[in-house]
């Protein structure tokens, strides 16, 4: 079964740092980009980052450009979101998400998802 | 910034019934379009991409057209299980730009 799993979210105060992490089972990660989307409090799902299938292209969603890293480790088919002078408003459930490909076509779609997990930056 | 407004923000419907859920782009978008079934405690599902090309498993009553900056999501004969919301996406290669829609709630 196709598989992301999320952790390493948590509660952590204003200009502190944390890393999250997204297991991928039951496929290879290393055939996928990979994305990080979020949904804060009663708001819509946003953008935050993605990276290409070996890691060596990353983009980033201007508010978080300078402060979060997208990375992966393809052989422990884990990505990451390391992110670094959190803010207030950098609350949200953090999902990763797989780029879709399929039909001769690789949209920047999603085909799969986990399940999130939670990021809280309060003092 | 592309902004993506849906509408209805809700739709009541009948089991059997048709439902038509609109997507519109604050600029043209071209055909670079999903849209997405998301139900209560569940990850998104992906039902179109390219703005009318169906995901893989995808039953044929989900239909998606448009093109530009109006889009239109069309269910043809709503399921118990398709009430759900439903969300737009754009997307472009490069530079990366995704934007999601608000949500449209298809409710009984």
């Known amino acids: 079964e196709v598989q992301l799993v999320e952790s390493g979210g948590g509660l952590v105060q204003p200009g502190g740092s944390l890393r999250i992490s997204c297991g991928a089972s039951?496929?290879?990660?290393?055939?996928?980009?990979m994305h990080w989307v979020r949904q804060g409090p009663g708001k819509g799902l946003v953008w935050v980052s993605r990276?290409?299938?070996?890691?060596?292209?990353?983009n980033y969603a201007d508010s978080v450009k300078g402060r979060f890293t997208i990375s992966r480790d393809n052989a422990k088919n884990t990505l990451y979101l390391q992110m670094n002078s959190l803010r207030a408003e950098d609350t949200a459930v953090y999902y990763c998400?797989?780029?879709?490909?399929?039909?001769?076509?690789?949209?920047?779609?999603?085909?799969?998802w986990g399940q999130g997990t939670l990021v809280s930056v309060s003092s | 910034e592309i902004v993506m407004t849906q509408s209805p923000a809700t739709l009541s419907v009948s089991p059997g019934e048709r439902a038509t859920l609109s997507c519109r782009a604050s600029?043209?978008?071209?055909?670079?379009l999903a849209w997405y079934q998301r139900k209560p405690g569940q990850a998104p599902r992906l039902l179109i991409h390219?703005?009318?090309t169906r995901a893989t498993g995808i039953p044929a009553r989900f239909s998606g057209s448009g093109s530009g900056t109006e889009f239109t999501l069309t269910i043809s004969s709503l399921q118990s299980e398709d009430f759900a919301v439903y969300y737009c996406?754009?997307?472009?290669?490069?530079?990366?730009?995704?934007?999601f829609g608000g949500g449209t709630r298809v409710e009984i």
């Open positions: 990276i290409n299938s070996d890691g060596s292209t990353t």
């Open positions: 600029q043209s978008v071209s055909s670079n």
């Open positions: 039951g496929f290879s990660l290393s055939n996928y980009w």
């Open positions: 996406q754009h997307y472009s290669g490069w530079p990366p730009t995704l934007t």
């Open positions: 390219g703005a009318s």
């Open positions: 998400a797989r780029r879709y490909c399929g039909g001769g076509a690789c949209p920047e779609a999603f085909d799969q």
